[in-house]
């Protein structure tokens, strides 16, 4: 039946959003963590979806295929007496952009509501099908 | 008789299975608003079910001898060509959902499979009247 298949459609994309919201989540968590004794900072973190082909012609879910780190220069900042300074005084924080990563959240936050609210309405107009005839 | 009463419930449910086809292929669309490259895909609703009344894409049960029954088989119904949609906004990452678009049609299309539904629930409740006769 075909109107099941909504349901694994919009769930892969709800459960790729989710994801995606973790990633951002881990983002600004993490958007002022200094780096450590390595001299490596965190790096921000990005999700990129990827087309799921179903069995039926033109339905199509959702993956996330791959967790890419950004390569933005880290945020550098001169602070001689930070205990985690290196030998010129500069802190190197991570390169998290912390206005990027609320616009992804707010993006991502309004893709899950859409694909719940279809799920919602296919759940709907499945519960009236098997009403038919009564 | 018994033909004339099948006759229009054979092209409500041919108009039901389109739009819960149509359903699946609008879930997948706002599933992909994300998804890099993604391009979104409709059916032509109306060149659809003409195709499923006059039966190009229906695939009749052979015939050896006059007096078998003639049964037609609804398994290319979704089979007809899809469509793409017309880009109205164009994004760098390739993706020709417009989401607007995409919410208005799918919430049009759950009320049409209803009001199919609500169709086939009055000729069923006709129907019961006529064979009971009172």
Partial sequence: ?134 | MLEQLNARLDTLSSSLQLRSARQQVLASNIANVDTPGYVARDIDFGAALENALTGKVRRPLEQTNVRHLTVTSTDGLIGNPLAYTVQTQPSLDGNSVDLDQQRANFTDNAIRYESTLRFINGHVKTMLSAITGQ
Wanted: aromatic share 4%.
């Fill in chain 1, 1 to 134: 039946m075909s109107m099941f298949n909504i349901l694994g459609v919009s769930g892969s994309a709800v459960s790729a959003q989710a994801q995606r919201l973790n990633v951002v989540a881990s983002n600004l968590a993490n958007a002022d963590a200094v780096a450590g004794p390595d001299g490596k900072a965190y790096k921000a973190r990005q999700v990129l979806f990827q087309t799921l082909p179903g069995n039926d012609p033109g339905t199509a879910g959702v993956k996330v295929r791959h967790i890419s780190e950004s390569d933005a220069p880290a945020r550098r900042t001169f602070e001689p007496n930070h205990p985690s300074a290196d030998a010129e005084g500069y802190v190197t924080h991570s390169n998290v952009n912390p206005v990027e990563e609320m616009v992804n959240m707010i993006s991502a936050s309004r893709s899950y509501q859409n694909n719940v609210e279809v799920m919602n309405t296919a759940k709907s107009l499945m519960l009236k099908t098997i009403q038919m005839g009564q």
